[in-house]
């Protein structure tokens, strides 16, 4: 049976309005909302978001992001208050970002039926609307925010992230989280391989890691997820890249069947909570991908296998997960590390001093452990 979807009301020239609310993190509508154009202020949108009232534009589309962006400055202006310890400066960071992104969703955006937009310059969205699972023939509300979420991504997947280790492109799906960064790619790149006719890819997202040990010679790739959207995708990598008959999408949670003598797997870093979709491939509640992967390994890897975790430190940084309980989670799953090689972090937020997380970022390591079972 399938869910309806949560309808917007509001009432528009003395008539009461309804459309369907889309949400990718399946926010609840707003239940106050005020039509509002050009002649709206900055000041009185976001005190009105502040106080849980949302916007819907009849106006002009480039006057809404920049009204957006007024908002959001309005939003950053107060700096975070100092804590005692890193991890209260995570925490307090979290909430702070999801208050922003809940005061900034209260602008709304009326996509027409067939994914129109009737606002004046507003730009062609229904590829990249469609594309993203929007409802295709009926009117339907978002926020300007998601909107815009879904017309950037959308440009991300027609024009590719350049992979150097893969001397070609990967094209990320609207929902599957990008590989921006290129120091734990480069690690994979660069580890001797060994003699093994089968590996797994354990939630492979874009396909990215499983692409590049085919392209290295593996001569067969299974790559699981379970997400739908990574599974769609990852296949649609494989093929353009030619390796489809090298590299098996399948769904599964975590592990296919059988064995193999190399496993791979990048989990989320960050034993947090997700407060958005996207955010399951940044945060892993309890370490849930983490423990699984190497609760798992042994019973999956074939004599003599390697199994390579890449993770970051930054969780141990952040004061959220030690390096003893990594390891004692590694000793409790019958491994034992057998090397481990690392990388510096090559991403903007390591060099910015305004981030709030700049120390530990900048002091992040990336590392590629190699496990084995223990004998």
Known sequence: MTTPLPTLEWTERGEPRSAIWRSENGAAPPRR?????????????????????????RGDFHNARNLLTAMARRVDRKPLPAMDSVAQTFHRHRQRQAQRARLLGMVLIPVEA????????????????????????????????????????????????????????????????????????????AEPLPETATAFDVGTGTGVLASILARRGVPRVVATDLDTRALACASENVNALGLADRVEVAAADLYPEGRAGLVVCNPPWVPAKPSAALQRAVYDPGSRMLRGFLDGLAAHLEPGG???????????????????????????AGLAVAGRSDAPPRHPRAADPTDPLHEARSAETVSLWRLVVRG
């Open 33 to 57: 909302v005020l039509v509002g154009d050009d002649r709206v202020r900055a000041d009185d949108a976001h005190s009105q978001a502040a106080e849980g009232t949302a916007l819907l534009w």
């Open 114 to 189: 067939g994914c129109e937009l009737s606002l004046r310059r507003a730009p062609e969205i229904r590829e990249a609307c469609l594309a993203a699972g929007c409802p295709a023939d009926e009117p339907f509300v978002l926020s300007l925010r998601e909107l815009l979420g879904i017309i950037g991504a959308h440009e991300w997947r027609r024009n590719g992230i350049e992979i150097p280790a893969l001397g070609a492109r990967i094209h990320p799906h609207y929902g599957v989280f990008a590989p921006q960064r290129a120091d734990y790619v480069d690690l994979l790149a």
């Open 306 to 332: 390697q199994g390579w975790l890449v993770l970051s430190d930054l969780a141990e940084l952040l004061g959220l997960r030690s390096r003893d309980e990594l390891l004692s989670a590694i000793d409790a």
